[in-house]
């Protein structure tokens, strides 16, 4: 990322980071404006330091966060897995290949928007696909083993 | 600037199904090219979505995530010619916006 938009970005807080990018004309006006990306997190070799970084503490264990993703994949570099949560008020959907070398895959804050989404990741060998809800400040979590016969990282 | 995506959004009731396919290496930058050397790590990180102007995902993305990704995302409330724009940026820094208006469903 450009050092200087990086700077700013840091520097700035809240509403006052649009009208500060807006001034050194580096954002158009209404351009989204992502989080921060998570480097704690995705750089993280251990599930629980991954779990750790997404705040997820004392996870509950619930059949309504649900795992679509194939028992068996073909091709671990194309894994397609999808994530449901019928919790009401579902806020983020995080997703966890746990044998990965780098178990965090992804993180969606859902912005009270629909508690669904569907992506491909890369799985290097079997093993729990784990999804984490965090629904009104409470984390909940599903897992389901995904077989991987050819592994889809190197 | 980087490749078009391929974004479709599908009125299904009030409910627009929306798919988005992205042309991206999403390198892992543990493979090794034909000449053995380390193809470095280039993958995208941030997937911003909004629906009308208002951020529906706000998505972050590992090397995990594979090659061409694809996203899949249901946005609420919607109707027919409402705007659903796409912003992806990656870890060089290089970022792309595609929009489409959601289409009515069968």
């Known amino acids: 990322?450009?050092?200087i938009r990086r700077k700013i970005l840091k520097l700035a807080g809240g509403l006052s980071a649009l009208s500060a990018l807006s001034a050194t004309g580096l954002m158009r006006a209404g351009e989204a404006i992502a989080a921060p990306w998570n480097k704690?997190?995705?750089?993280?070799?251990a599930v629980d330091e991954a779990l750790k970084s997404l705040?997820?503490?004392?996870?509950?264990?619930?059949?309504?966060v649900v795992i679509t993703a194939p028992d068996i994949a073909?091709?671990?570099?194309?894994?397609?897995?999808?994530?449901?949560?019928?919790i009401p008020n579902t806020q983020s959907i995080a997703i966890i290949a746990e044998k990965n070398p780098f178990p965090l895959a992804a993180t969606f804050d859902i912005a009270g928007g629909d508690a669904y989404v569907s992506t491909r990741m890369k799985m290097g060998q079997t093993s729990n696909v784990r999804a984490v809800v965090k629904a009104d400040g409470k984390y909940y979590t599903a897992v389901k083993e995904v077989k991987v016969t050819i592994g889809g990282c190197g | 600037m980087a490749e078009p995506m391929k974004l479709r959004a599908t009125l299904q009731g009030d409910t627009a199904d929306v798919r988005i396919l992205i042309a991206h290496p999403m390198e892992t930058g543990q493979r090794?090219?034909?000449?053995g050397k380390i193809v470095p790590l280039h993958f995208i990180q941030s997937v911003v979505v909004t629906h009308n102007g208002k951020t529906v995902m706000d998505g972050q993305w590992s090397q995990a995530i594979a090659r061409n990704p694809f996203l899949g995302l249901r946005v609420k409330g919607a109707k027919v010619g409402d705007k659903i724009v796409v912003t992806w940026t990656d870890n060089t820094g290089d970022k792309r916006t595609d929009e489409v208006a959601v289409a009515a469903g069968n």
Not at chain 1, 40 to 45: A, H, P
Not at chain 1, 55 to 64: L, R, T
Not at chain 1, 74 to 86: F, L, Q
């Open chain 2, 32 to 35: 090794k090219d034909s000449s």
């Open chain 1, 55 to 64: 705040g997820a503490a004392n996870m509950i264990d619930s059949k309504d």
């Open chain 1, 1 to 3: 990322m450009n050092p």
């Open chain 1, 74 to 86: 073909e091709n671990g570099a194309v894994v397609p897995v999808a994530v449901t949560s019928r």
């Open chain 1, 40 to 45: 704690g997190g995705f750089e993280s070799k």
